[in-house]
């Protein structure tokens, strides 16, 4: 170490070591040496002390222990918690725990201790954050302690979803004034800023938001925001045409198992033009025979049931669903899967169905999975009925996106896929490049061929999935040349396409929504409805399509609307099969929840 850049003993390679000088002077005494010393340490003494260097890190730790400011402890699990709590007893700190989803054990020193907690995200990207929901209905719905909601988010735009997580914290049995004091004065008190923020109070600042109906329905959109007394924003879409009033139910008054005849009345039954309205059902054998105006009982023995101001409407209609599918089931050595069916790999008894079902969504249109370009039949369900599958062939998927290509294998490019379709469509016959027995090409090519007529003819159902400018202007062409039936989803600029899809008659399957969307897409959606396109809502969660349908409605799309294209339709219809949800609320209030789900006239159990 002592060497330097030449080495051990500071000498080049090959070098000698110097013979130190011999010291001919004698040693001084040992005494005099002790008192240079001490004469040292004297002049030492003597200067002024020099000031120490500032460390705002320390400085910050000493505010900490003083407890003025307080610390935050995310908390995984109750060991955490445990240790989290040790510690803030030892050193007497601020504590504010966020993360937690399960107290376990430690949940009776987290309500002793009543220190804040931050919760969030009650809205997770595929749905409900199931454990957090848990977490509230089994331990924190008594807790007196003092709660935020928190997005859990470092994009600015979510902060958006802030009122969707306390609407999903109502959902899961919050008090509604509890949740709203989570994102507003509660909040403020924890981080000590509730002298000047947090409330509308004479003396804090004029941070005010104004909503068109209550701030914890998503779908009332917000008409004005205020920044120290001054406009800082203002909604041109608000002030539209209201929606059914927000009003929670609590519970409905329903057998677990129905009887076979019954009636049931409901103050908000959803009508053909959108409306909800008092009207009467009228079931027998597992459908629908009658729909009534009005709330008498109709004649007869049956069992009548009335719901009061309960919401009763059609199930939830999914859109361009993967769901109880696994790709694996649909992997292919060529992008042409038209032999194959989604039907064919349907699982209804998978826990993701009942999970759909739980959450409102009754009928589903399935689709294989988007891994080639010619994806193959789509189907539509029926979900918890005796027979799920209404039509195992509805349509075929066709998959331009980035998604079916595989440089392995054709086709590798945007135009390989559009020469693909093209050829289906064209008198090509249709072929394939494996190789396999005479026999079984002749069966694989006639399979995959069967349904081109019906996509021709407009009787089969052609989906495209198309996210770029590129895409979808091929998708068009392909519409547009074959006068096809169609639909299309995934779509980036819709607001480009709007004149195409309205001369197309083609369908926009939307979703899900986020609020990490920039605001141009909403707008595109909007102008697009009010073009006159049909919309239908994808998402893996009744969850998803709802919070969909509220962004879209707060944005401008007119509620009915909204409603009419979430079910898939209206009651009225005779002989329709008696499939339907109770809701606690109008469906595009995410406060609301299913409080029984009705499948061929029978109670889903564990539906509520």
């Known amino acids: 170490p002592a060497g330097g850049r030449r080495g051990f003993g500071g000498r ?14 004698e040693k001084p005494d040992e005494p005099d040496a002790d008192k240079a010393k001490a004469d040292a340490e004297k002049k030492e003494e003597e200067k002024p002390p020099t000031e120490p260097k500032p460390d705002p890190v320390k400085d910050r730790l000493v ?24 510690l803030a007893k030892e050193f007497s700190l601020r504590l504010i725990l966020d993360g937690l989803v399960d107290s376990g054990s430690a949940a009776a020193e987290l309500r002793d201790s009543r220190f804040p907690m931050v919760l969030g995200p009650w809205v997770s990207g595929s749905g409900e954050n ?25 994009n600015p735009r979510s902060s958006g979803g802030l009122r969707a997580h306390a609407a999903m914290a109502v959902a899961a049995g919050c ?21 000047i923020t947090g409330s509308i109070a004479v003396g804090k600042r004029a941070d005010l938001a104004l909503f068109e109906g209550d701030p914890l329905n998503i779908a009332s959109p917000v008409q004005m925001t205020l920044v120290g007394g001054e406009v800082v924003f203002g ?14 139910v609590e519970t409905v008054s329903l057998p677990s198992r129905m009887p076979e005849n019954f009636s049931l009345t409901s103050e908000n039954v959803l009508a053909k033009d959108g409306a909800f309205v008092q009207q009467t059902l009228t079931v027998e054998k597992g459908k629908i025979v009658s729909v009534t105006k009005g709330g008498e009982k109709p004649d007869g023995d049956a069992p009548h049931f009335d719901l009061g101001q309960a919401f009763v409407t059609p199930g939830l209609f999914a859109a361009n669903s993967e769901v109880g599918l696994s790709a694996v089931d649909f992997r292919a050595n060529e992008s042409d899967a038209r032999h194959l069916g989604a039907a064919d790999g349907f ?81 090509t016959p249709a072929s394939t490049r494996m190789y396999l027995p005479e026999a079984t090409v002749q069966l694989l090519v006639a399979s995959r061929a069967a349904g081109t007529s019906g996509l021709l003819s407009g009787k089969r159902l052609a989906i495209f999935e198309a996210v770029t400018d590129a895409e979808v202007r091929t998708a068009l062409e392909l519409i547009e040349t074959h006068k096809l039936r169609a639909a299309i989803s995934g779509v980036e600029n819709v607001g480009r396409f709007v004149d195409r899809l309205v001369a197309t008659r083609t369908t926009l399957i939307v979703g899900p929504l986020n609020d990490t ?51 898939g339709g209206e009651f009225g219809a005779e002989a329709m099969m008696a499939d339907f949800v109770i809701w606690s609320g109008v469906p595009t209030d995410l406060r609301a929840r299913p409080l029984a789900v009705i499948v061929d006239g029978q109670r889903i159990p564990d539906s509520d």
């Open 347 to 427: 699982d209804p008894t998978g826990r993701a169905v009942s999970k759909l079902v739980n959450s409102g969504v009754l009928q589903a249109m399935l689709v294989p999975p988007g891994q080639n370009t010619l994806a193959g039949r789509v189907a539509l369900l029926r979900l918890a009925a005796t027979e799920s599958v209404t039509s195992a062939d509805v349509g075929d998927r066709f998959v331009i996106s980035s998604a079916a290509r595989n440089r392995e294998k054709f086709p590798s490019s945007l135009g390989g896929q559009r020469e693909m379709i093209l050829a289906l469509f064209s008198d």
């Open 235 to 248: 909604n041109d879409n608000a002030g539209g045409e209201p929606g059914a009033e927000s009003k929670i």
């Open 12 to 25: 080049r390679g090959g070098e000698t070591p110097a013979t130190p000088p011999t010291d001919s002077q």
């Open 517 to 567: 969307d920039p605001p141009w897409r909403m707008d595109d959606l909007i102008a697009a409805t009010r073009a006159g396109i049909p919309v239908l809502w994808a998402g893996d969660s009744g969850l998803q399509l709802r919070r969909s349908a509220a962004m879209a409605v707060a944005a401008g799309l007119e509620p009915d609307v909204a409603l009419k294209s979430l079910t």
């Open 175 to 195: 008090d509604a004034e509890r949740a709203l004091a989570a994102i507003t004065i509660d909040a403020a008190r924890i981080l000590g800023v509730a002298e």
């Open 130 to 154: 199931e454990d957090l929901l848990e977490f509230w209905r089994e331990q924190l719905c008594e807790w007196d302690g003092r709660v935020a909601i928190g997005t859990f988010s470092g």
């Open 63 to 86: 505010k900490v222990l003083n407890g003025e400011i307080p610390v935050f402890i995310t908390v995984n699990n109750p060991d955490d918690a445990t240790r989290a709590l040790e």
